[in-house]
């Protein structure tokens, strides 16, 4: 590709969208929400993850109905059989869209309260389900939040809950681990799909090497999270140590997941 010479270099979108220039993307990518949460006066966060599958009980009300209706035009087709399962534990998960969200307005009253800096300010992916009420349970209490949405060949766009000035987009995966963890007091991992096996895993590495200091990990839904890993597996074939499995706690309702924060940094209210 040429560039254009005659152009300043910061000018010059060809230039600064090259191979060459990745390094100053990714600088640039990290710096701008960093300079953005200084000037908010975000000192700590709290990491939402979860499906952007699981909607309101309305809406898998919905596409339940919607699966049923699909499948009576055609009972014996596997497709839409499967899409019928699907909604019907879609629906059942449900449930976990409003845990999230009742979650995320108890760690904004606890930031309401502070009066130096915004402590244990909501920060999730940005986009719909479980991300959406994150950010929707802070702004149903008048609180700020963070989203970091990622740029998707579906184009995931940003939930209407965000703070309008932190709302940021992310090209690189990389970047946006990194600001998701930097200020992180709590990870809440909600059910979900490969996204959120990858941001817990990658979590549960950084403490457990001591990357990072350790920070409660709270997995909402135990029988979610035991059907779907087999943790005393890694125990049993030595790829893990037995303490490794405190790293995490389960929890199934809002205040559980406050309650371990509250523990873990013996706070007040």
């Known amino acids: ?21 990745r390094g100053i993307r990714l600088e640039l990518e990290f710096l701008k929400p960093e300079v953005q949460m ?11 993850f979860g499906s952007a599958r699981l909607r309101p009980m309305e ?18 087709d596997a497709a839409k059989q499967l899409a019928f399962r699907q909604a019907e534990r879609l629906l059942a998960n449900s449930k976990y869209y409003d845990v999230a969200r009742d979650f995320a307005k108890k760690v904004t009253i606890f930031d309401k ?5 915004h402590q244990f300010v909501v920060i999730t992916g940005g986009g719909p389900g479980i ?40 090209h690189y995966f990389c970047i946006r681990k990194m600001h998701f963890l930097k200020l992180a007091k709590a990870v809440a991992a909600f059910p979900g799909g490969f996204g959120t096996m990858d941001e817990l895993f990658e979590a549960l590495t ?8 350790p920070i409660p990990v709270l997995l909402f839904g135990r029988d979610f999270w035991d059907q779907l890993i ?11 140590s037995p303490e490794d499995l405190n790293l995490f ?10 309650q371990v924060i509250k523990d873990f940094y013996r706070l007040r209210e």
Not at 11 to 16: A, G, M, S, T
Not at 206 to 213: D, E, F, H, N, S
């Open 38 to 48: 200084q000037k908010k006066r975000i000192v700590s966060t709290v990491v939402v």
């Open 206 to 213: 950084l403490i457990q090497t001591g990357i990072i200091k």
């Open 230 to 240: 087999n943790w005393q597996k890694f125990v049993e074939d030595g790829v893990i």
């Open 59 to 76: 809406q898998a009300l919905q596409q339940l109905e919607a699966a049923r209706a699909a499948l009576k035009t055609a009972p014996k």
């Open 249 to 258: 706690h389960y929890c199934e309702t809002a205040e559980d997941g406050w």
């Open 131 to 170: 991300m959406e009420a994150g950010n929707r349970g802070a702004a149903d209490m008048g609180g700020i939040s963070i989203g970091l949405n990622i740029t998707l060949p579906h184009e995931q766009e940003p939930n209407p809950y965000i703070t309008n000035d932190l709302s940021f987009a992310f």
């Open 113 to 117: 309260n502070q009066n130096d800096g």
């Open 1 to 21: 590709m040429a560039f254009h010479s005659k152009l300043k270099a910061y000018h010059d979108k060809d230039f600064l969208n090259s191979d060459e220039c």
